[in-house]
């Protein structure tokens, strides 16, 4: 059965650092582009990044470029976000999400499974 699973979410101060992790069992997922989305409340699900199978290839958001960083270890069948410079309006229910290719990543439609989500608060 596939599960994704998040961690790593939790309560920081302005400026803060968290790394976000996605576990990722039941697909092969080095076979598997990766994603992190974010949904704050009232607001639509958004991407924030994305990485490719081998993880030569990555995306951001503009709204997090420069600040968080997507990676991979292929071997531990895991995604991270490295996020740094929080600011309180990255306060959000973190996702991560698969999907195939390195294609239209920055739809939510695209992805074929998620994680449970992750709370990141950020205080000012």
């Known amino acids: 059965q596939e599960q994704l699973v998040d961690s790593g979410g939790g309560l920081v101060q302005a400026g803060g650092s968290l790394r976000l992790s996605c576990a990722v069992s039941?697909?092969?997922?080095?076979?598997?582009?990766m994603g992190w989305f974010r949904q704050a409340p009232g607001k639509e699900r958004e991407f924030v990044a994305a990485?490719?199978?081998?993880?030569?290839?990555?995306a951001y958001a503009d709204s997090v470029k420069g600040r968080f960083t997507i990676s991979r270890d292929n071997a531990e069948n895991t995604v991270y976000l490295q996020m740094n410079s929080l600011k309180p309006e990255d306060t959000a229910v973190y996702y991560c999400?698969?999907?195939?290719?390195?294609?239209?990543?920055?739809?939510?439609?695209?992805?074929?499974?998620w994680g449970q989500g992750t709370q990141v608060t950020v205080s000012s």
């Open positions: 039941g697909l092969t997922f080095s076979t598997y582009a």
């Open positions: 999400a698969a999907k195939r290719s390195f294609t239209r990543v920055v739809y939510t439609t695209a992805y074929d499974y």
């Open positions: 990485i490719s199978r081998g993880g030569a290839s990555t």
